[in-house]
C-alpha cells in the first residue's frame, strides 16, 4: 500500500500503549489496518487476491481499491486463479461493463495473465507461497520506522522480485507495486514502532 500517510490514535494518545495505529482514517482502512496489513499470508488464494488487487491500485488510492474489494471478489470467482486462467475476451468485457471494479482493460487483461503464470509457479514450486516467501528467507522483514515519510517506497528485493516476474511474463508487478504487496501480505513488517500492531507482531513495545 503507497498512501499509508494517515496517522490515528485509538481513543487518544500515542506511544506503543495500544493507542496508535499508524493509518486508519475511516472504518474501512481501520479494520483493514488492524487485522491485516503486515500480517503474514501463506494462502495461495489471498496471495493471488492480493497481488492482483496491487496491480489494480496503479495510480489510485488503496481505499479506492478497498471499497471495490467485495466487487472484485464476486467478479473474479473469489480470486481463484484456476478460473481467472480461463477468461476469455467474452469475459473480458463483461468486467468491462462491471462499475463495482476498476474497468482498466489493461489491469484486467494483466489479471487474467497473471493468473495462468501464478500457475505455473504452483507446478513448478508446489505453492505460490513457496516461491515468494523464499525471497525473504520464510520470515517477515521487520521494520524499525518512525514515520512514513522516512519509509522506501522499494527495497533490493522488492527490484529483485519485480524482475524476475517481469521475466515471467507477468504484468503491472513494478518494484514500487510488489513492496506495498510485500507489505499487504507480512512479508515486510512496516507498521510504525509506535502502532499497536507492531507490538503485537514482534512483541518489541517502545
Same mark, same amino acid.
Given at each position: 500500500m503507497s498512501d499509508s500517510s494517515n496517522n490515528a490514535n485509538v481513543g487518544g494518545g500515542g506511544g506503543a500503549d495500544s493507542t496508535f495505529r499508524c493509518f486508519g482514517h475511516t472504518p474501512l482502512y481501520t479494520d483493514y489496518h488492524d487485522n491485516e496489513w503486515g500480517r503474514p499470508v501463506h494462502d495461495d488464494r489471498q496471495l493471488f487476491e492480493m497481488l492482483i488487487l496491487e496491480g489494480a491500485q496503479a495510480?489510485?488510492?488503496?481505499?479506492? @481499491?478497498? %471499497? /471495490? %474489494?467485495?466487487? =472484485?471478489? !464476486? &467478479? +473474479?470467482?473469489?480470486? #481463484?486463479?484456476? /478460473?481467472?486462467?480461463? =477468461? #476469455? #475476451?467474452?469475459?473480458?468485457? !463483461?468486467?468491462? &461493463?462491471? &462499475?463495482?471494479?476498476? %474497468?482498466? %482493460?489493461?489491469?484486467?487483461?494483466? &489479471?487474467? *495473465?497473471?493468473?495462468?503464470? +501464478?500457475? #505455473? *509457479? @504452483? !507446478?513448478?514450486y508446489g505453492s505460490f507461497d513457496a516461491f515468494i516467501w523464499a525471497y525473504v528467507d520464510d520470515a517477515p522483514i521487520i521494520g524499525h520506522w518512525e514515520s512514513f515519510e522516512n519509509m522506501p517506497p522499494t527495497t533490493p528485493i522488492s527490484d529483485k522480485i519485480s524482475k524476475d516476474l517481469k521475466k515471467l511474463g507477468f504484468k503491472f508487478v513494478g518494484s514500487t507495486i510488489i513492496y506495498s504487496f510485500m507489505q499487504a501480505v507480512g512479508m515486510v513488517n512496516d507498521h510504525l514502532k509506535a502502532c499497536f500492531v507492531y507490538e503485537e507482531l514482534t512483541g518489541d513495545g517502545v
Amino acid at each position: 500500500m503507497s498512501d499509508s500517510s494517515n496517522n490515528a490514535n485509538v481513543g487518544g494518545g500515542g506511544g506503543a500503549d495500544s493507542t496508535f495505529r499508524c493509518f486508519g482514517h475511516t472504518p474501512l482502512y481501520t479494520d483493514y489496518h488492524d487485522n491485516e496489513w503486515g500480517r503474514p499470508v501463506h494462502d495461495d488464494r489471498q496471495l493471488f487476491e492480493m497481488l492482483i488487487l496491487e496491480g489494480a491500485q496503479a495510480g489510485l488510492s488503496w481505499e479506492t @481499491v478497498l %471499497r /471495490k %474489494r467485495e466487487s =472484485y471478489r !464476486e &467478479a +473474479f470467482d473469489g480470486f #481463484d486463479p484456476a /478460473k481467472v486462467a480461463l =477468461y #476469455d #475476451d467474452a469475459k473480458i468485457e !463483461e468486467l468491462m &461493463a462491471n &462499475a463495482g471494479i476498476i %474497468r482498466n %482493460r489493461l489491469k484486467i487483461k494483466a &489479471a487474467i *495473465i497473471n493468473a495462468r503464470l +501464478f500457475l #505455473d *509457479i @504452483v !507446478e513448478k514450486y508446489g505453492s505460490f507461497d513457496a516461491f515468494i516467501w523464499a525471497y525473504v528467507d520464510d520470515a517477515p522483514i521487520i521494520g524499525h520506522w518512525e514515520s512514513f515519510e522516512n519509509m522506501p517506497p522499494t527495497t533490493p528485493i522488492s527490484d529483485k522480485i519485480s524482475k524476475d516476474l517481469k521475466k515471467l511474463g507477468f504484468k503491472f508487478v513494478g518494484s514500487t507495486i510488489i513492496y506495498s504487496f510485500m507489505q499487504a501480505v507480512g512479508m515486510v513488517n512496516d507498521h510504525l514502532k509506535a502502532c499497536f500492531v507492531y507490538e503485537e507482531l514482534t512483541g518489541d513495545g517502545v
